[in-house]
């Protein structure tokens, strides 16, 4: 095991290989309180790359409702319950990490689903947490709460599944930090199955090889992004880079949503994968909830996105989420218009910092025609 820095705990950990960072790191955020669980991101997945045979079961992407959906089955609760207190002095985590956790022989704490924990990917959809009295309607403020929560594969900084592979065949990209398998050298041991906390690497019966994710690098490659953000209805994704915080440039939106603002979070950064997708916390749900899956700055960054109607920076930048395909590695904002733009400063999209709203006369003489406003 070799020493290494995770930011996201604030301390140095144990890894099975020595740090080694990518030029460059993929990273997304995604704001949970605009996603609608209509499952668009996860068929677009669906459609582009896992619609061959031994593919049924995978959703590279998925969508559960949270407290009560998982996929595969309760997930997160195992390997919760198997790690034990994840207890945080501050932001600094004092627990053991999964990789500190293994026992001994093995690299990582995990567990490996069975079959059939695959087979309801939408059990506990819109199940809430708290009773409803007579099931009949809210008191406010109520107690009764549930959240979508989209997920992919974390192009981890850390990955377990690359740290558990025996034969070496999973990698991540010198260039941009994108974890694969390669197909040629994988035998399907299924150990990065068993390591992945996230629970995104796959195998494949047919082929007898494990599978995951690849955040569309044919696509990314050229500067667009993935298929499930392209694709998402309410506009909850932004796909481009990261820094490491001390580099972190506020002209860069991941940078600026995760490091300046700190309003996006990691999804439980306890683990120690240094995960590189970041939530903006959902803000109506139970905070020991939240605390336990996105840390102890989930307080903080609640109170700020709050604030972002009266902070024209944050509310410009959240509206660029889903505006383009483009990756849009730049940002600025101009007084009420923002504007994501390219490496080299060259325009990609502007967007108003307030959507116009058009209120239509009820009956239309020129047409006469009555009409319905749909603001
Ligand atoms: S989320 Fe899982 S599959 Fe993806 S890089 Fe991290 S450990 Fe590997
Ligand atoms: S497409 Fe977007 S809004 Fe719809 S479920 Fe996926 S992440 Fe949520």
């Given at each position: 095991m070799a020493r290494t820095y995770n930011w996201q705990i604030q301390r140095e950990m144990s890894y099975w290989y020595p740090e080694s960072r990518p030029q460059r790191q993929f990273a997304a955020v995604f704001d949970?309180?605009?996603?609608?669980?209509?499952q668009t991101c996860t068929l677009a997945c669906k459609t582009t790359w896992t619609s061959g045979k031994g593919q049924e079961y995978m959703l590279w992407n998925n969508v559960e409702s949270k407290p009560y959906g998982f996929y595969p089955l309760a997930w997160d609760l195992k390997l919760l319950k198997l790690l034990g207190p994840q207890e945080w002095h501050g932001e600094v985590y004092a627990g053991r990490t999964l990789f500190e956790a293994a026992p001994a022989g093995t690299r990582v704490l995990g567990w490996r689903p069975d079959d059939?924990?695959?087979?309801?990917?939408?059990?506990?959809?819109?199940d809430c947490a708290g009773v409803i009295e007579k099931g009949a309607s809210f008191d406010i403020p109520h107690l009764a709460w549930f959240f979508y929560l989209a997920r992919i594969c974390n192009h981890c900084t850390y990955p377990a599944c690359l740290a558990s592979c025996p034969r070496g065949s999973i990698y991540k990209r010198k260039e941009d930090g994108i974890v694969l398998v390669d197909q040629s050298r994988?035998?399907?041991?299924r150990e990065c199955v068993q390591a992945c906390p996230y629970k995104k690497t796959f195998f494949n019966p047919l082929t007898g090889t494990s599978e995951k994710c690849i955040a569309c690098f044919p696509k990314f490659e050229q500067g667009l992004q993935p298929q499930c953000f392209a694709n998402c209805i309410g506009k909850i994704r932004l796909a481009g880079w990261i820094s490491k915080p001390e580099q972190a440039s506020p002209d860069n939106p991941i940078d600026y949503l995760v490091h300046i603002r700190k309003v996006a979070l990691p999804l439980f950064p306890q683990f120690g994968l240094e995960p590189n997708v970041y939530y903006v916390p959902p803000?109506?749900?139970?905070r020991p909830f939240l605390h336990q899956m996105f840390g102890p700055q989930v307080e903080q960054a609640i109170e700020t996105y709050r604030r972002a109607p009266d902070d024209p920076d944050l509310a410009g930048l959240l509206g660029l989420?889903?505006?383009?395909e483009r990756v849009v590695p730049r940002w600025l904002r101009e007084k009420d218009w923002v504007v994501g733009a390219a490496e080299d400063g060259t325009e990609l999209v502007r967007v108003p910092l307030k959507e116009p709203v058009y209120i239509r006369a009820a009956f239309d003489t020129q047409y006469q025609v009555a009409r319905v406003n749909c603001p």
């Open positions: 949970i309180n605009k996603c609608i669980a209509c059939q924990d695959y087979a309801y990917p939408n059990v506990g959809e819109d994988c035998r399907g041991y803000i109506h749900a139970a989420f889903g505006c383009t």
